[in-house]
């Protein structure tokens, strides 16, 4: 009875993790290299997120003011630059669009993508970008491997150029191969959406950004204070030795 038990719970284990690697094996190898200390590329994807994604997807708990002076962008420039239609500095990115439009023209919602990045990933965020390939069987004429049947259309697609999926003789996909070349090369592609994915995950937790940089000063103290410790008790024993 015992026995039979474990064979079961063995037999929905691997049998679990063997359809979860079958499916996103490939959407696994790619990896983000975000560092939300890294300004610069925090800037850039800022700039691209407004400039490919935000006629979708809303920012509703990034407030427009707090990410000025988190990147360091002055409000005059981020306003003249970053912020569209007739929206202040001290408001949240919300959108214009309204749900049954998107609904009417995409067939599904494109989310708030304030807490994606927590919520799923960053990895899951770059390899959504990465893994559109052509699929004449799409509304949108592409597919995704991190999304499957996605509704999204490849935004980005001029940038990248065009890639279809190479599948084993199991079908199982295995990578891409370019059909059209983008205006960008492949590494500046990866970096650009490294720096959309990087954005994501300082607006999923603008906080951190704080976090860590009174973290830093913290550690400054504790090293500083342990050498003025140290001097200080050589300086109390002198004479007892
Ligand atoms: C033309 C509209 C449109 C644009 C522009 C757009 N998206 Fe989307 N996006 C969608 C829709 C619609 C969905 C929902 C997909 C679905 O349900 O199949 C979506 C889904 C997503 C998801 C999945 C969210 C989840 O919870 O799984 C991510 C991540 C995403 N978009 C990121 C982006 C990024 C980054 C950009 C800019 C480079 C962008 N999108 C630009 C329409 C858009």
Redesign the pocket.
Known sequence: MKKNLIIIILLVVSTNSFAASQKSELAEKYKALNSITNKASLQRGAK??VN??S???SLKYMRMNTLANDLGIDEGIFSKNLIFANKKIGETMTIPMKEED?IQ???????D?SL?AR??GAD??YA??NTYYEDDNSATGYNNIA?P?????H??ADLQGGQKLVLDSKNNPVSFSKTSEGSFSDDEYRQLTND?TNF?VYVSEPAKLKRQSIGFWVLMFLFIFTILAYYTKKEFWKDVH
């Open positions: 691209y997120y490919y994604c006629g979708c997807h998107a023209w995409f067939g599904a919602l494109p989310p993508l994606t919520s799923k899951y965020i959504k970008l999304y049947n996605t509704s999204m259309p935004i980005l959309i994501l």
